[in-house]
């Protein structure tokens, strides 16, 4: 597996990282590779076609109306 020196690290972001790790219960070169694996695996998106997949699924939904309370209730419904 190849390895990766990173040099001068700020010291707030090397905190970050090390409480990022901690709350994680991981260590912190784990932290950084969970980071990396974050970053160059996200993938752009295009907001023309989220707007559209948005405004097809209202377009579906718009005959079935919701209130706040059946809501709520459907939310709720089998929680203990």
Do not use: W
Not at 8 to 31: C, D, F, H, Q, T
Not at 54 to 65: D, I, S
Request: proline share 6%; net charge positive.
């Amino acid at each position: 597996m190849p390895t990766i020196t990173v040099k001068n690290i700020p010291a707030e972001i090397y905190e970050k990282l090390k409480r990022a790790a901690e709350i994680s219960r991981r260590s912190i070169n784990s932290e950084i590779i969970a980071c990396i694996e974050r970053a160059v695996g996200s993938r752009p998106f295009d907001s023309e076609v989220l707007l559209a997949n948005a405004r097809k699924l209202r377009e579906q939904t718009a005959t079935h109306p919701i209130t706040n309370r059946r809501f709520s209730k459907a939310k709720t419904a089998g929680r203990p």
